[in-house]
């Protein structure tokens, strides 16, 4: 009953627009991957609320160093999907990409800075019944030996000293996914004082 509600409940809010208004246990628990997108166009409204929470989230010592590319451009995003061999060819069909930045030599912490601002859009695309999947870009690449970051600097322009950290597929998904199951959660992976 519980799915069958949230499904709907989810359809509803994409469907017209609104904020599920969900308590945050809730949208965790609902928060997905998706792979899978129509055709439908993103509502910039939507897009520039997701983006707002990447530049709200925390940064280590209130830097705000990352950086944030949009793309929307189908090629550009085709060109994306290459940067890597495998477990990114979905971003091809993807409304828009999120692709997430930052300097090593400026930031230390740009890993964890960035992925605090990606997970942050992920959760607010979800309350907007928007699915999302992570790409991830750092420490990957071709198997000529090309690193990820090389394409994905010459398809967008990025300067040198900037780092991809992930890259964000976003769109509205056609893959029904159900939310976790609580029963799965790895509470043995919980410890108290000492591991």
Avoid at 121 to 136: F, K, P, R, S
Wanted: charged content about 30%.
């Amino acid at each position: 009953m519980d799915d069958d509600f949230g499904k709907f409940f989810r359809n509803f809010a994409r469907k017209y627009k609104l904020s599920s208004m969900t308590a945050f246990k809730d949208l965790v628990q609902m928060r997905r991957s998706h792979r899978k997108f129509t055709e439908e166009e993103i509502d910039p409204e939507d897009l520039r609320l997701i983006l707002r929470a990447a530049l709200m989230s925390p940064t280590s010592k209130g830097q705000r160093a990352w950086q944030f590319v949009v793309v929307d451009d189908k090629l550009d995003l085709e060109k994306l999907a290459d940067a890597k061999n495998l477990g990114s060819q979905f971003l091809k069909d993807a409304a828009v990409a999120v692709v997430v930045l930052g300097d090593p030599v400026q930031n230390d912490c740009w890993v964890e800075d960035g992925s605090i601002a990606a997970i942050s859009m992920q959760y607010q695309a979800e309350d907007l019944g928007l699915g999302t999947c992570w790409i991830q870009m750092r420490g990957r690449g071709l198997d000529d030996g090309t690193a990820a970051d090389t394409v994905i600097r010459g398809v967008l322009d990025i300067p040198e000293n900037m780092n991809c950290l992930c890259i964000l597929a976003m769109g509205h998904w056609t893959d029904e996914r159900k939310p976790q199951a609580e029963d799965r959660l790895k509470w043995e992976n919980v410890h108290l004082n000492k591991f």
